[in-house]
């Protein structure tokens, strides 16, 4: 299985926006072929410790069955679609990509 971590950083966080940035998400980014699992949503504002990474506001997770999976993903029209519509709000994106097993 291939994990696709997504952490948006917007120019201007406000509830709306970081709102709007999850609702994108979900409309472009859900249910694609391959995908096993799927969810996005804002930082949680209440875990505060000093291990917490908090710069970022939307978080984006999928779990692809392969890595042909993820590759199909990231050239998907709907994609693309997301990326073209959305950059302008983002001031930086990290990506975090692994191979992960269950035990």
């Known amino acids: 299985m291939l994990s696709h971590n997504v952490f ?5 966080p406000t509830p709306e926006t970081i709102q709007s940035q999850v609702e994108a998400c ?3 980014l859900s249910g694609h ?10 930082l949680n504002t209440d875990l ?4 917490n990474d908090r ?8 779990i692809f069955e392969s890595r042909a999976a993820h590759d199909a993903y990231q050239i998907a029209e709907r994609h693309k679609q997301f990326i073209d519509e959305n950059k302008q709000e ?7 990509d692994s191979d992960v097993t269950q035990p």
């Open 33 to 42: 072929e391959g995908c096993i699992f799927y969810a996005a949503g804002p």
């Open 90 to 96: 983002w001031k930086q994106v990290r990506v975090f």
């Open 48 to 51: 505060t410790r000093e291990v």
């Open 55 to 62: 710069d970022f506001h939307v978080a984006l997770h999928v």
């Open 8 to 12: 948006f950083t917007l120019n201007n």
């Open 26 to 28: 979900h409309k472009y």
